[in-house]
Structure formats: structure tokens, C-alpha cells
């Protein structure tokens, strides 16, 4: 079983930068196709990256783009997001995600998921 522990986030203001991380466990992040999703109070969870494992360039949402970017650190087993120009409207509990099987930015198709960690942005 794969365990995913989100770190990192917090309450920041409109424009600063947050760096989120997973640590994963069981798997390494090279076998895993990895994957950031947000849920916003009221909505639904939404995809924002996932790096495949094949290690093509990770894929971005739309709204995203330009401002957050995924990484990984095979050598600690961790993914990393780092978001910068944060805006209110990203506000959300932010989860990682990981799945063995070929996935896209549908959030059912993801076996394991962490517990979120919540990230707050003030205008």
C-alpha cells in the first residue's frame, strides 16, 4: 500500500510563492505516475499537474499554467509543487495523488491519495 504525506502548505497573500511537498512510501516516485489535485471550498477536486513516470514533461490545467510547477526528488522519494503569483482563488486543500496505471487529470482514476494539506491566499 502506498502511503502520500503532503507538506508545506499555509496562509500566504495574493503574488507570494508556497512550496508544497509528498513524500511517498512502499513506491518510488519513478514507478508511480504522480499527480497534484485541489479541492476549493465548494467545488470539486481539480487537477493541476501529473508527472508519469516514463518521464515524459509533466501536464499542466489551464489554470495553472506559467504558475505552478512539478518536480520530483527521486533521491528523497518526494514531488514537489511549487506555486508562486498565488491568488485567492487558489485557495484549496491541496492532495497528491499516485497511480501505477497509465492516468490523465481524472481524479477516480488515482489509487492512492494523501491527506491534503490546506493552502489559504489572501488578497
Known amino acids: 500500500q502506498v502511503q502520500l504525506v503532503e507538506s508545506g502548505g499555509g496562509s500566504v497573500q495574493a503574488g507570494d510563492s508556497l512550496r508544497l511537498s509528498c513524500a511517498t512510501s512502499e513506491r518510488t516516485v519513478d514507478s508511480l505516475n504522480m499527480a497534484w489535485f485541489r479541492q476549493g471550498p465548494g467545488k470539486e477536486r481539480e487537477f493541476i499537474a501529473v508527472?508519469?513516470?516514463?518521464?515524459?514533461?509533466?501536464i499542466y490545467a489551464d489554470s495553472v499554467m506559467g504558475r505552478f510547477a512539478i518536480s520530483k526528488n527521486t533521491a528523497k522519494n518526494m514531488i514537489f509543487l511549487h506555486m508562486s503569483s498565488l491568488e485567492p482563488e487558489d485557495t484549496a486543500v491541496y492532495y497528491c495523488a499516485a497511480s501505477s496505471h497509465p492516468v490523465g487529470s481524472e481524479a477516480s482514476a488515482y489509487e492512492y491519495w494523501g491527506q491534503g494539506t490546506q493552502v489559504t491566499v489572501s488578497s
Open positions: 508527472y508519469w513516470s516514463f518521464g515524459s514533461a509533466p
